[in-house]
Every structure is written in structure tokens, then in C-alpha cells.
């Protein structure tokens, strides 16, 4: 049983992985525009859909994850831009926000579904030799995903942290008009902290088609709410927090998909979403400003 | 085509009772209840298990609890009050002081999850191949007028669910429920119990889901995981923010337009549209419905109708 | 409850609020029928312990005792019910109501809202509806705004919103009125007619305890004063007296 335990445990880091990409590039959008981007879910099967596309032509995976995370990162700074900040200073409330966001979700997903129809893809065969260490039990292309995104949470770390554009990026995120006062862009660095998220939701959407065997247009959807629920779980905002929520919820899955029934995978990424929303909305992690904002 | 206009009335019918429940608790009350489509699926449940009979008396090709081969209206009386029950445990979970949207999202949240527990234990509602068979009223009699029986039937339910939606929409109490939608801290102040009308909204709300969920299912007969997920619930939404949050008129109107002309009126389109690929004009029926939420609440968001001012007792 | 005594005590009230002792053990009594001031400089604690005592906060410790009755850590609703109501610094009105709507659903225990009476509909409620329609179209000409009684409340001017939050406390026939700074902003007429109506009020037997930065006013109609500084009670009396205690010039020049 030790064993079984311990090769979910490998399972779900893998997973948590890829739970860790899209939930750090849903709490950075909801870190600097306070918004909670639903359409997040379908901008992920997009970007998914545009790497079976790219995968068909024969471009490789790994360079198709990079090219559809561009490009979803494009997507998403015209979607906030042009659709979402003129609805925020046009004062829509935040529940009408997130209505259209739902509602966008819906209309791209249907319309991916309208060209490329509905019934299940794949990427084919990706995952390449397995390996064991550790008692982990792991293809490659698992490995492979675990080392991008640590690259890219490592990338991002030293963003916001070493250079002059992460730091705008924090200011902005912490209080908008202060930033503004010290003279920073705030719309651009908006801009740019929505394209590099759009990004990771690319490269996340792509990563679980990459681990999937087959999918089909509710994949963004579905893996959505345990991206959310990480997010939650680290603090809302937090990029931080939502990487170590990945690992939790991506583990906590797998265990439950192990041990019990695997459908129930999905019902404890929900059950630790609506918990944390219940008893405690800012997260394991939270600062007393996640707290404020989340207080009516 | 006789028999479309009578799926046509059937649908517009339980389409209302579920709008006017939805729009008692969001445009009336400011209740974000995204999972307003679980309390539809309840009663439509409740309705199947109370007039089927038990699993084994039907070869047990589909198991499900319950089985108790009632009639027709108590098997709705059943729906009601269990869409009532779901509407206040949804309430419950909805107390904690959320910011909106993120209640919003719980609430989505709610719903799926609901959908995958009912799709995952196989034992309690048959899982994801739902039920079938279910039984419906006047069964024995000619199927003309079956059919026209039924669609009086739910006239007379959206009569009387109109009647009693009056009650609560209008008067003090619907003056005290639009108090607590703009500005809940100052309706406590006042003396308001905001937890206790929030509950009675939700289970009156919830009431109208279940029976419209009861008298669509009876009419269908049929009822799956897949019929009602989460995207059912922004359907009605749309009908609500379209026609007019907060008042019965305009949600009526935004009923019949989402409802009828849209998911409906796509049957209309060319079948053309259907060779490229099967079920594009239903794909085509939801984007036409986000994009057109969307543009309602950049443009208009007090819906096609708005609230009407209430005057008391003409100007001095 | 108690025919005599005051109709509030307060005892060692205690509240952390954003990391701070606001309210740092404070004790004071409201006399009944009287208008009582709460006064200190800014970040005394006063609109703290005006909120803990309004239900709006809760209390980390202490009592809080109303007309004779433990009321300590109830919720806001059930205080107004008893009779304690409070007003808001920023005046929120219902937006989404008429002026007279405002008023209207303030009333307490209006028939239509008990289960009963929203089933049984307007034959049950109507009379009381009408009555509370005339009553509040007179407190709008007394406050000189019966032209804006079907206008939005949203779309009133912040003054006009600042009189109907108090006519609105006042639809609720409180025993006694927290207010927090009624006078802020408004221009000396307009004070003085509202401290003019206060007087009116308390001589009808309502109690009222203000927060309130214009000494003035408090001069004019209050009765006891209450002076906080740093979360504690630092002095009472009448402000005629207090203006000359040393603690309290002190805490004014410091503090």
C-alpha cells in the first residue's frame, strides 16, 4: 500500500505540475486586475487545440507549447484590454464581470467546438520512455513537464523579483494608484502581466493535452476548478501560494484517484475549493489584503 | 408541427417557472445563484423517483433509490418541496460573507460538483445514463390529447407560480428584498434579518425550480447529468439580465426571447448548417447567447424592460 | 425594559481592529432622554466603539448593556429591533429604492413582511401600509424633501442622502441613535436645524449618543460629554467643565 501511496504521490506532482502552471497565470490576473478570469478555462483548451494543430503539421510538442502559449498570451491581452478594463471603469460590478467572463468561456468554447467538433483528440503518443526512482513512477514527458514548470516558476520568481519590471509588476498589483503616483505605466504593466499569464494558461493547456491520452473541448473547463482551487488554497493573488496549492491539490487527487474511486479525483479539487471558500477565502497562505478583498 | 407548437408551449412554461425563481433571487434579492440549475435537477429527480417504480420491477436496467410509483401530483408536490430543501441547503453554503463574484463562483463550483457526484455513484441516481422511462400523466389517454392535457397543466402552474411570485416580488416584502440586494450592512441596520430572507428566497426560488425541473421531465421523460450542467444556469441568467433584472414583466419577455427565439430558433436554420457538422446549430444557439449576455452588460444592464419605479399614492 | 436608569452602559469594552487596541477597556454610561456626546481626537476610538456598540463590530470583550438588558456581541439586526439604531459615517440609502422607499422599508414590523402576510397580500398589510405611507410623506415635508419622495435614492445629492439616512433611523422609532458625525459637512443652517431636531427628539424621550468633531454643537445640545483618547475614557462631564480639565487640552493638542 506504502507503495501505491508513493507512486500517486509521483502522480500527483506531475499533475500538480500542471495544476501549479495554471493557477500561478490565474492568480496573477486576479493579483493585478482583480478579476477572476473564468474564460481562463477556455483560452486553456484553446491554447490546446492550437497545439494539436501545430503537433499535426509536425512541429514538435515542446516547440508547440511555447508557440500556443504566445499566442494565448496575445488572445489574453486583447480580451482584458478591449473587453474586460473598459467594463471595470465603466464601474460593472464584479459579479457582472465574472458573468462575462463565464460568458465568453462559453462562446469560444463553442466556437472551437464549431470548427474543430466535438468529439475527442489527441496528441498522439508522447509519453516516452517511463522511469522509476524514488519509488515515483513517471514518463518522460511527465518529468519533462515537471522541469518546464519549475523553469518557469524559477523564471518568474526572478522576474518579479530582480528586475525593474517585476517590481512595477508588484507595485501595480499591491495598490494601483500609488503605482501610478511613482510614475508607472500601470496599463502597460497590466498588459504585460496578462500576456505572461495568458502565456502559462497556453502552456497549460497544452501540458494537459500533452498528459491527457485524449481530450476534448471541456478539458479548459474541467481542469479550471483545480487550478482555482490552488490558487485559493495559496492565497489568492499569490503566485507563490498557487504553486504550492498545485502540489497539494494535484497530490490530493491522485491519492483520492487511487485509493478510491477515480472519478472522485475531481470532487476533492472541488471539495478543497469550496472549503477554502467556506472557512477560509484567503488562503493557507493569504495576506490580510487577499482577506479584505474577499470580505463583502 | 402540431406537436412542436405544443413542445414549443411546454418548454416556454417550465422555462418561466425557472426564470421567475432565478430572477426572485438574483434580480429581486441580489442572490448570485449560479447553482440555481441544481434545484431544477433536484425536483426533476424527486419527480422521477416518486412516480417510477422500484429498480427491480423494471429489470433493474437502471438503479436508482427510491421507486415509489406515485401519482402524478404528488410526485410534483415532491419536486417542489425537494427543490425547495436544495434551494435552502445552496443558501447555506452561500452565507459566509463572500465578495460577489467570488460567491458567483462557488456557486458554479456547487453545480458542477453536484453533477459529478450524481455522475459517480452509479447506485444513487444512475449515475451518468440518468433516468428514463419516467412515467408521465394521461399516458392511457389518446396521445392528442396527452399532449394539450399537459400543456393545460402547465398553464394552470405557471398561473398559479405567477400569483404566488407577486406575493413576494411586490408589496413590503419585495420593498425589503430589493432593500437587501443594494446594500445588505444597511438593511441589517434597519432591523432586517438578512440570513432568514435570504433562506426564504432561496427556498422559494428553489420551489419554482423544482417544479418547473418536475413538469419538464414528466414531459420529456427522461433526465441525465447532461441535461443540466452548469451552462443551463447561464441560459436563465441571460434570460434575466436581458429581459430585465428585477422585474416578472421583463424576465418574461427575456424568457420567451432566449428560450423560444434562440435555443429554438436555431431548429429554423438551414439545415445546411447541420452537414458541415452535426449539432452546429445548437453550438451555434450558445454563442449567440454568450455574446449576447455580454453585450447586454456592457450596453444595457437593466435588461430590455427596466424596473418600473413604484409610486405610492400619486406626487404631492 | 427598566423604566428608570440609563439606557446605556457600556463596561469595559474591549476591540483589536487592524492589529490595534481601538478600544482599550472603555466605560461609560448614556443617560435616558438625553443627548449624550462621545468626543476625543482623531484615532481615539470612537467610531470604534460606536460600531462594537451599533452591532456593526464585535466586541473582544466587555458588556454592553441596553435599557437594562446584556446585549453584548448581538448582530445589528436584532439591536435595531430593540431599538438600538445606528447611522452610518457615509450615508448609504438604498439606491435602488425611491426616496419614500427608503423610509418606507425601515418601519419596523410591518405586517408584510411576516410569512403570513406575504401570503395573505394587501388585505392583510394594506392599512399599515397607507398610515406608514402618510407618515413618512409628513417626516419628508418636515425635512423639506416630500418634491424628491419618488426620485431614486441613487441619484440624490450626498446631503439629500445624509437626511434620508436619518429620517430613515428615525422611521424606526429608535429608543436610542448612534450617530456617527451628523453634523460633518453640512452647512451651519443646516446643523442648526438638525440640532434643533435632536432637541426635539430627546424631549419626545429618545436618547441619542454622537460622535462628533464640532465642539460647538456638542457645547449646544449635549448633555453629558465623553472624552476619549488612545481607546480609553479619559474624562466626563459637561463640556463646559471639560474644556477647562488639563487631560482633555492635553489629549486635544497631542493626541
Known amino acids: 500500500m506504502l507503495v501505491q501511496a508513493v507512486e500517486a504521490i509521483g502522480f500527483g506532482i506531475a499533475t500538480g505540475a500542471v495544476i501549479a502552471l495554471g493557477a500561478v497565470g490565474f492568480s496573477v490576473q486576479f493579483g493585478m486586475s482583480n478579476i477572476l478570469n473564468i474564460t481562463y478555462g477556455s483560452l486553456m483548451t484553446l491554447g490546446a487545440y492550437m497545439g494539436l494543430y501545430l503537433i499535426d503539421r509536425g512541429i514538435n510538442a515542446w516547440v508547440a507549447l511555447l508557440i500556443a502559449g504566445m499566442v494565448i498570451g496575445v488572445v489574453s491581452v486583447g480580451f482584458h484590454r478591449w473587453l474586460l478594463a473598459p467594463l471595470v471603469r465603466k464601474g460593472t460590478r464584479a459579479f457582472a464581470i465574472v458573468i462575462v467572463t463565464v460568458s465568453a468561456g462559453v462562446v469560444l468554447q463553442y466556437v472551437i467546438v464549431a470548427f474543430a467538433g466535438p468529439d475527442a483528440k489527441s496528441y498522439g503518443e508522447q509519453s516516452g520512455q517511463t522511469f522509476r526512482f524514488a519509488g515515483f513512477l513517471l514518463t518522460a514527458s511527465q518529468v519533462a513537464i515537471i522541469v518546464l514548470t519549475l523553469v518557469l516558476m524559477l523564471g518568474l520568481h526572478l522576474l518579479l523579483t530582480r528586475t525593474t519590471l517585476g517590481r512595477a509588476m508588484r507595485a501595480t498589483a499591491s495598490n494601483r494608484i500609488l503605482a501610478q503616483s511613482c510614475g508607472i505605466n500601470t496599463d502597460l504593466i497590466s498588459d504585460t502581466a496578462w500576456l505572461l499569464s495568458g502565456a502559462l494558461c497556453g502552456a497549460a493547456g497544452v501540458a494537459l493535452a500533452i498528459t491527457t491520452v485524449s481530450f476534448d473541448f471541456t478539458l479548459g473547463p474541467i481542469f479550471l476548478i483545480p487550478m482555482i482551487a490552488a490558487a485559493v488554497l495559496g492565497g489568492i493573488g499569490q503566485p507563490y501560494g498557487a504553486m504550492v496549492g498545485g502540489l497539494v491539490v494535484g497530490i490530493a487527487g491522485e491519492l483520492a484517484a487511487s485509493f478510491a474511486n477515480p472519478e472522485y479525483s475531481e470532487v476533492v479539487a472541488f471539495a478543497i475549493l469550496i472549503l477554502m471558500l467556506l472557512l477560509r477565502p484567503s488562503g493557507l497562505f493569504g495576506s490580510a489584503s487577499a482577506t479584505r478583498r474577499l470580505a463583502a | 408541427m402540431e406537436y412542436y407548437v405544443v413542445v414549443l408551449l411546454v418548454y416556454l412554461g417550465t422555462d418561466l417557472l425557472a426564470a421567475w425563481g432565478l430572477n426572485l433571487e438574483f434580480g429581486v434579492s441580489g442572490i448570485a445563484n449560479l447553482a440555481f440549475i441544481v434545484t431544477i435537477a433536484a425536483g426533476a429527480y424527486a419527480y422521477a423517483i416518486c412516480t417510477l417504480g422500484p429498480p427491480a420491477a423494471m429489470g433493474n436496467f437502471q438503479q436508482y433509490v427510491g421507486g415509489f410509483t406515485l401519482p402524478f401530483p404528488v410526485a410534483v408536490a415532491a419536486g417542489t418541496l425537494t427543490g425547495a430543501v436544495v434551494g435552502v441547503l445552496i443558501g447555506i453554503t452561500g452565507l459566509k460573507r463572500l465578495r460577489p463574484d467570488y460567491q458567483a463562483v462557488a456557486m458554479l463550483v456547487v453545480s458542477l460538483m453536484a453533477a459529478t457526484i450524481v455522475s459517480a455513484d452509479t447506485g444513487f441516481l444512475n449515475g451518468n445514463a440518468g433516468l428514463g422511462l419516467i412515467p408521465a400523466p394521461f399516458s392511457d389517454q389518446d396521445p392528442e390529447f396527452q399532449r394539450w392535457a399537459y400543456v393545460a397543466i402547465v398553464a394552470v402552474c405557471c398561473i398559479a407560480g405567477y400569483l404566488v411570485l407577486r406575493r413576494f416580488t411586490d408589496g413590503p416584502i419585495g420593498r425589503t428584498l430589493r432593500a437587501m440586494r443594494d446594500d445588505e450592512y444597511a438593511a441589517a441596520a434597519i432591523g432586517k434579518d438578512i440570513v432568514a430572507m435570504r433562506l426564504m428566497v432561496q427556498a422559494v426560488g428553489g420551489a ?70 452535426i449539432g452546429l446549430r445548437e453550438d451555434l444557439g450558445w454563442i449567440v447567447l454568450g455574446v449576447l449576455t455580454i453585450v447586454f452588460i456592457w450596453t444595457r444592464p437593466q435588461g430590455v424592460v427596466a424596473e418600473k419605479r413604484p409610486r405610492y399614492g400619486g406626487s404631492p | 425594559m427598566s423604566e428608570g436608569g440609563p439606557i446605556l452602559e457600556v463596561r469595559d469594552l474591549f476591540k483589536t481592529y487592524g492589529g490595534v487596541h481601538a478600544v482599550n477597556g472603555v466605560t461609560f454610561t448614556a443617560e435616558r432622554g438625553a443627548i449624550t456626546g462621545l468626543i476625543g481626537p482623531n484615532g481615539a476610538g470612537k467610531s470604534t466603539a460606536l460600531n462594537v456598540i451599533g452591532g456593526f463590530l464585535s466586541p473582544d470583550g466587555g458588556r454592553v448593556i441596553f435599557d437594562g438588558e446584556d446585549v453584548t456581541g448581538w448582530p445589528m439586526h436584532r439591536l435595531a429591533r430593540r431599538g438600538l439604531v445606528r447611522t452610518f459615517q457615509l450615508a448609504r440609502v438604498f439606491g435602488g429604492l425611491t426616496t419614500i422607499e427608503n423610509l418606507l422599508v425601515a418601519a419596523p414590523g ?57 429620517m430613515r433611523a428615525l422611521m424606526m422609532r429608535p429608543k436610542l441613535l448612534l450617530l456617527d458625525e451628523p453634523m460633518a459637512g453640512l452647512s451651519p443652517s443646516l446643523s442648526r436645524q438638525l440640532e434643533d431636531l435632536f432637541l426635539k427628539l430627546t424631549g419626545e424621550g429618545m436618547s441619542l449618543l454622537l460622535v462628533e468633531h464640532g465642539l460647538d454643537t456638542v457645547e449646544r445640545i449635549c448633555g453629558k460629554v465623553v472624552v476619549m483618547a488612545q481607546g480609553k475614557v479619559l474624562s466626563e462631564g459637561k463640556m463646559t467643565e471639560l474644556r477647562t480639565r488639563k487631560e482633555v487640552q492635553d489629549a486635544y493638542v497631542i493626541g
Not at chain 2, 428585477?246 to 426571447?257: C, E
Not at chain 3, 395573505?120 to 424633501?145: D, P, V
Open chain 2, 208 to 277: 419554482f425550480g423544482g417544479l418547473s425541473g418536475a413538469l419538464l421531465v414528466a414531459f420529456i421523460g427522461g433526465w441525465s447529468p447532461g441535461a443540466w450542467n452548469y451552462i443551463e444556469t447561464l441560459a436563465l441568467l441571460t434570460a434575466v439580465i436581458v429581459g430585465g433584472m428585477g422585474n416578472n414583466r421583463g424576465v418574461t419577455i427575456g424568457t420567451f426571447l432566449i428560450a423560444i427565439l434562440i435555443l429554438q430558433g436555431v431548429q429554423f436554420l438551414p439545415q445546411s448548417i447541420n452537414t458541415i457538422r
Open chain 3, 110 to 166: 410591518h405586517r408584510g413582511e411576516s410569512a403570513w402576510g406575504i401570503l395573505a397580500g394587501k388585505r392583510y398589510w394594506g392599512t399599515q401600509e397607507k398610515q406608514l405611507i402618510l407618515q413618512a410623506r409628513e417626516m419628508l415635508r418636515s425635512f423639506g424633501m416630500e418634491a424628491k419622495a419618488d426620485e431614486y435614492a441613487r441619484n440624490l445629492s450626498g446631503g439629500q442622502k445624509r437626511a434620508v439616512e436619518t
